[in-house]
């Protein structure tokens, strides 16, 4: 199979197809829409849930559902591109993904806009993993500089202008849409990635020489689901024990999904985890780091804007600009963490010190300001917050890889980018039930309202704090240089 991939990538790097701009405008954006995805619909959860009804816990299963599916799919996603060819899954997966997008823009409730999100959870899993690779097919040796040169930045900003655009189009309620418009945005960015990666894209045959480990595949969505399911249910379920018996169980499904992945690997079979990446102390500690630090900060994110329009009444558009200093931060920390290299583990210490400066900052604010609290008052906490969340970002996985061999980049790279999923879905699991733990307790009043959700903010942002403290203590095990400074 190796030798066939490597014989097309090398097809593909001696003709250079003529229209690349366009396949990699394309690429970029299919990577926007599942970003945009992962990230404005948590500006319009107050909003759905006004309109559709449903629990508190639905609210955290419209977000944490993408995240979970994404972070089982993407353990065979790229596996798929290596079968049936990278451009036929991304086109595949654009156009699944466009029409799950309609669905969720249709629903009639949170449960049918929960299914919707699953499938876009799906069909992202096919889409994304393609990306990287075709990128490297389409820009081969020094020309790949150029791409990430476009690439890098535009993500960037769409990270920036993303809660924004979707606060703005609920605002808007173009055509009476209201909060259905932040899915169907996809519209045309679908249509422009299925025709511009039609006429652009490079094709390739595959190879589908070898078969998926659909039992893992299985075995591990069973694991994670035994795993988010009880920690976003049981404060609403009261806790029985049926629901502590699932967490339980969790951990027996995922040991069992090692197993099988241990007795793939000695039948001569691919698993779909390389298990022998996870015996490197770095590695493994590199794995914790990013559960802790994803679980940090989209736990926190979440809260802070729950805070804004739950409790204090801010619109969409009106938390969003509240927020958008965290955005601009992480922008410009980007930037910085994407100039030093040479630093290694350093960076990520420095970003993660800049990090909870920022969360402390918030904290303080939230105990002074009390329920007077307005948007402005975070705007500085969050711009340091955000910042230092920035410069951990781009070197993180470099520096995570270190110390991993060539031969297991693949397996290494995509176990770490389903963790960070996973971690994802954990973040709103937890530290989403922290806060609607507190924010649901009685209350008789406006002001009484207000109180539960900025002590429920308070807890969240603690716990934040306590979670990256225990990412920078773990950054000690990283490896000191990233993996293009070791190899």
């Known amino acids: 199979m190796t030798e066939v991939l490597e014989a097309q990538a090398a097809e593909v790097a001696a003709a250079p197809a003529p229209r690349r701009w366009l396949g990699l405008f394309a690429i970029l954006t299919a990577t926007l829409m599942n970003l945009l995805d992962t990230s404005i619909v948590n500006v319009a959860l107050p909003v759905i849930r006004r309109d559709l009804g449903g629990s508190y816990s639905a609210l955290q299963w419209i977000a944490a559902s993408y995240t979970l599916v994404l972070a089982v799919g993407l353990l065979t996603g790229g596996r798929l591109g290596d079968m049936f060819g990278r451009r036929t899954m991304l086109l595949g997966g654009a156009a699944g993904f466009l029409l799950a997008s309609v669905a969720c823009a249709m629903a009639t409730s949170t449960e049918t806009l929960i299914a919707a999100r699953i499938l876009q959870a799906v069909f992202g899993a096919v889409m994304v993993p393609q990306c990287f690779g075709l990128i490297r097919d389409l820009f081969p040796g020094e020309d790949q500089a150029k791409a990430w040169g476009v690439f890098g930045p535009a993500i960037g900003l769409a990270a920036i202008l993303g809660p924004i655009i979707a606060g703005l189009l609920i605002k808007a309620d173009l055509f009476g849409t209201g909060w259905r418009m932040i899915f169907l945005i996809n519209l045309p960015l679908g249509a422009f990635a299925l025709i511009a990666g039609r006429a652009a894209l490079p094709a390739s045959r595959g190879d589908r020489s070898t078969r998926l480990d659909v039992a893992g595949i299985l075995i591990a969505g069973t694991g994670m689901g035994l795993l988010?399911?009880?920690?976003?249910?049981?404060?609403?379920?009261g806790w029985p024990a049926w629901i502590l018996a699932m967490l339980g169980a969790s951990v027996v499904v995922l040991a069992g999904f090692v197993l099988h992945q241990l007795r793939r690997s000695a039948a001569g079979k691919m698993p779909l985890v390389e298990l022998s990446v996870f015996k490197r102390r770095s590695y493994a500690s590199g794995v914790l780091f990013v559960v802790f630090f994803f679980m940090a900060i989209i736990g926190f994110s979440l809260a802070a804007g729950l805070l804004l329009q739950l409790g204090l009444g801010y619109s969409p558009i009106g938390a969003s600009v509240a927020m958008a200093t965290w955005a601009v931060g992480a922008f410009a920390g980007s930037a910085a963490g994407a100039m030093t290299p040479n630093l290694g583990r350093k960076v990520l210490h420095i970003g993660l010190a800049v990090m909870a400066a920022g969360i402390t900052g918030v904290y303080v604010v939230f105990r002074t300001s009390g329920i007077e609290l307005g948007g402005w008052n975070l705007?500085?906490?969050?711009?340091?917050?955000?910042?230092?969340?920035?410069?951990?970002?781009?070197?993180?996985?470099?520096?995570?890889?270190?110390?991993?061999?060539?031969h297991e980049v693949g397996s290494a790279s995509g176990a770490l980018e389903s963790i960070q999923q996973l971690a994802a879905a954990l973040g709103v699991a937890v530290l989403g039930t922290v806060f609607f733990n507190r924010f649901t307790a009685q209350a008789h009043t406006a002001i009484a309202v207000k109180a539960n959700a900025l002590a429920a903010a308070e807890q969240v942002t603690l716990l934040a704090l306590g979670l990256t403290g225990v990412a920078f203590l773990l950054g000690f095990l990283l490896p000191r240089k990233a993996r293009g400074a070791n190899h």
């Open 228 to 237: 988010i399911y009880p920690l976003v249910q049981g404060r609403e379920l």
């Open 379 to 406: 705007a500085g906490p969050f711009l340091v917050a955000g910042i230092g969340m920035g410069m951990i970002f781009v070197p993180m996985f470099d520096i995570i890889m270190g110390e991993i061999k060539d």
